[in-house]
């Protein structure tokens, strides 16, 4: 069974960083790019960022709302992405979700982890 | 302000039909392909339509994918009341090298 978990969500001061971890399990990792996406409370899903496979250089884009200020990493050895956040700000506060991209034709998000909730607050 | 646009809202009651729009622009939905997810309440989202029109297996068939040019569609028939949840488009944007999504349009199921 396919699945994502994430960790490492939690109350942080504005300015302040946070690292959030995504390990997969019942795929090859190495085979996928990873996207993150988060949604503020009651709001819509807004994408965060891609970090891309071996085969694409292990890439990343980002949106322009959080570029300068989260790194996507990953360890295909640990199944695993990472979203290192720096310079948080109260509007990055948002449920994060780790989601498994399909292989081409297209790159739908095919797989959802459970989310965590990041709190930006003073 | 999200990059394609969908009512904030739909409704329907059982059994009907009904349609959900998505409007981009030539850099996402005119030259990439449209997924459409299912967000039901409390839960994390699911795909529940890819490249265009392509149901994932376990997807029932009531549920279809449509696009032409710079717009989309997701049209629901048979509306049952599980069907009541948030729905979201998203698409490859080549301009801004980005993902993007629609607003999400509330589905209520009178």
């Known amino acids: 069974e396919v699945q994502l978990v994430e960790s490492g969500g939690g109350l942080v001061q504005p300015g302040g960083s946070l690292r959030l971890s995504c390990t997969a399990s019942?795929?090859?990792?190495?085979?996928?790019?990873i996207d993150w996406v988060r949604q503020a409370p009651g709001k819509g899903l807004e994408w965060v960022g891609r970090?891309?496979?071996?085969?694409?250089?292990?890439?990343?884009d980002y949106a322009a709302s959080v570029r300068g200020r989260f790194t996507l990493s990953r360890d295909d050895s640990k199944n695993s992405s990472y979203l290192q956040m720096n310079s948080l700000k109260t509007e990055d506060t948002a449920v994060y979700y780790c989601?498994?991209?399909?292989?081409?034709?297209?790159?739908?998000?095919?797989?959802w982890g459970q989310g965590s909730l990041v709190t930006v607050s003073s | 302000q999200s990059v394609l646009t969908q009512p904030p809202s739909a409704s329907g009651t059982p059994g009907q039909s009904i349609t959900i729009s998505c409007s981009g622009s030539?850099?996402?939905?005119?030259?990439?392909?449209v997924y459409w997810y299912q967000q039901l309440p409390g839960t994390a989202p699911k795909l529940l339509i890819y490249?265009?029109?392509q149901r994932p297996s376990g997807v029932p068939d009531r549920f279809s994918g449509s696009k032409s040019g710079t717009s989309a569609s997701l049209a629901i028939s048979g509306l049952r009341s599980e069907d009541e949840a948030d729905y979201y488009c998203?698409?490859?944007?080549?301009?801004?090298?980005?993902?993007?999504f629609g607003g999400g349009t509330k589905l209520t199921v009178l």
């Open positions: 989601t498994r991209v399909s292989s081409p034709p297209g790159r739908a998000l095919d797989r």
């Open positions: 019942g795929f090859t990792f190495s085979d996928h790019y």
């Open positions: 970090s891309r496979d071996k085969t694409n250089s292990y890439t990343t």
């Open positions: 030539s850099s996402n939905i005119g030259t990439n392909y």
């Open positions: 490249r265009n029109n």
């Open positions: 998203g698409a490859w944007d080549d301009s801004l090298s980005a993902m993007v």
